[in-house]
């Protein structure tokens, strides 16, 4: 059974550009988490979702940023105009199914983001 | 979810137990301790977690007091590749309103030495 997959794993951008990053759920897993840790700081939680549908975006910067898991395919996390400070390394989690389940997150090895 | 408070750093002779403490003197009675770690610029792991009884799976063993006002991770044979820095988050159970939110503190910083 293969883990979460994030890519890319290194993704560089100028600022002002676009940033997508994918995440594909452990097989059978219907929730996936997206959290960011900039440089030298903890994990912060952005967002929570169930296939097409968005459950929890607290976390997630009010502009510029977008999250989505549609029916088919996998999660995306989309920043648009990106800045300097955006610079991080952004995990993906699943999980299976609810109950004490939620919160045995299952994560992917990260997406490291540099803006230049 | 209540606060948990974890020391900043351990130290631990590779082969020898690892105990790092976690305490969480406000938890309430249908909060979990669950433990994760994340070994350098990798994803978190999960570890174990637990409600009230002492739990043990391949990876480590979870104490908890029988107040539940802290707990201990145990790693019994600490090896090099345990060094990361280790989380205790109380997390109420699922038919609370944080829907799989996990929130990560500062964490302990454990380095397990030759």
């Known amino acids: 059974n293969a883990g979460v997959m994030q890519n890319p794993r290194h993704l560089v951008r100028r600022r002002g550009q676009e940033a997508r990053l994918r995440c594909s759920p452990m097989k059978g897993h219907s929730h996936v988490y997206w959290y960011r840790q900039l440089p030298e700081e903890g994990l912060k939680f952005m967002v929570y979702?169930?296939?097409?549908?968005?459950?929890?975006e607290s976390g997630m910067p009010k502009e510029r940023f977008s999250a989505e898991f549609p029916k088919e395919g996998p999660s995306i996390l989309r920043i648009q105009q990106v800045v300097r400070g955006d610079s991080a390394a952004y995990f993906c989690?699943?999980?299976?199914?609810?109950?004490?389940?939620?919160?045995?997150?299952?994560f992917g090895p990260g997406t490291r983001l540099t803006v230049t | 979810d209540a606060k948990t408070t974890q020391p900043p750093s351990m130290d631990c002779a590779e082969g020898r137990a690892a105990n790092l403490p976690c305490n969480h003197s406000t938890i309430s009675g249908n909060e979990y301790v669950y433990w994760y770690r994340q070994i350098h610029s990798q994803g978190p792991q999960y570890i174990i977690h637990?409600?009230?009884n002492n739990e043990t799976n391949e990876m480590a063993s979870l104490i908890i007091t029988e107040d539940r006002k802290s707990s201990t991770l145990i790693l019994p044979h600490a090896t090099l590749r345990d060094t990361a820095v280790y989380y205790c988050i109380a997390i109420r159970d699922a038919g609370g309103t944080s829907y799989g939110k996990l929130t990560f503190g500062q964490g302990t910083i454990l380095t397990v030495h030759p």
């Open positions: 637990g409600l009230k």
């Open positions: 989690a699943s999980s299976p199914l609810l109950g004490t389940g939620w919160y045995e997150q299952y």
């Open positions: 979702l169930q296939k097409e549908n968005i459950i929890d």
